[in-house]
């Protein structure tokens, strides 16, 4: 059972190149989640997918986009990197509603860097 | 909207010696929060959780937190520091009605010897 699984762990990239960080999930979840993590800032969020077929931007959405593309795997997309979009990004997912009160599995992390 | 001030960035203890992280929170409606650690180069981990039920929520590895309304708090503690409590922690807050969590900046908790 591996819960939630990021791809890839790290990456280097320069600024203006693309790149797509992949999320897929066994825990049979309904929503799904990419936050970012910056040193004294907690996690923001970025984009979520309460069910599948549904996305809605979060606190910090520009310069990303996602894809639900099933119920099991939420993609994040970096059309053109942007220094400021080096950091930690974790993929979660949550039962959410109010039977699940949105507790959340996350991910091991993707550690990017903009050159 | 919601949101969680943590008053500490960094808390340094004595292994034994009794932990406090303390959280306030702001939100419009019952709130739902939660604790969450995150070792180093790890994901995150629920420590514990409060959904309205009993205001004292025991969580996991002995930490637990109270809940507390007129207080607007959530504050985390542990009787006893273990080495192995040594990470980051972060208070988070849900609005009801709302499938997006707000984040604290988080604490980091050192264990001296």
């Known amino acids: 059972n591996a819960g939630v699984t990021q791809t890839p762990k790290f990456q280097v990239l320069k600024t203006g190149q693309s790149m797509t960080l992949q999320c897929a999930q066994d825990?049979?979840?309904?929503?799904m989640y990419w936050y970012r993590q910056d040193p004294g800032m907690g996690l923001r969020l970025i984009y979520y997918?309460?069910?599948?077929?549904?996305?809605d931007k979060g606190e910090v959405p520009n310069g990303y986009n996602v894809s639900r593309l099933n119920k099991r795997e939420f993609s994040l997309r970096l059309e053109s990197a942007a220094p400021s979009q080096t950091s930690v990004y974790f993929c979660?997912?949550?039962?959410?509603?109010?039977?699940?009160?949105?507790?959340?599995?996350f991910g091991a992390g993707s550690r990017l860097t903009v050159l | 909207a919601q949101s969680v001030t943590q008053l500490d960035s960094h808390v340094s203890v004595s292994e034994g010696t009794p932990v406090l992280l303390r959280c306030n929170y702001s939100?419009?409606?019952?709130?739902?929060l939660f604790w969450y650690v995150q070792h180093p180069n790890k994901g995150l981990q629920l420590l514990l959780k409060?959904?309205?039920?009993?205001?004292l929520v025991k969580g996991i590895n002995g930490f637990e937190a109270e809940f507390k309304k007129s207080e607007t708090s959530f504050h985390l503690t542990k009787p006893s520091a273990h080495m192995s409590d040594a990470a980051e922690y972060f208070c988070?807050?849900?609005?009801?009605?709302?499938?997006?969590?707000?984040f604290g900046a988080g604490t980091t908790v050192t264990v001296r010897a």
């Open positions: 979660a997912t949550g039962l959410g509603g109010p039977t699940g009160a949105n507790v959340l599995t």
């Open positions: 825990m049979n979840h309904n929503s």
């Open positions: 997918s309460a069910s599948e077929g549904t996305t």
């Open positions: 939100s419009s409606y019952s709130p739902s």
């Open positions: 409060y959904t309205s039920a009993a205001t």
């Open positions: 988070v807050v849900r609005g009801t009605g709302d499938y997006k969590l707000s």
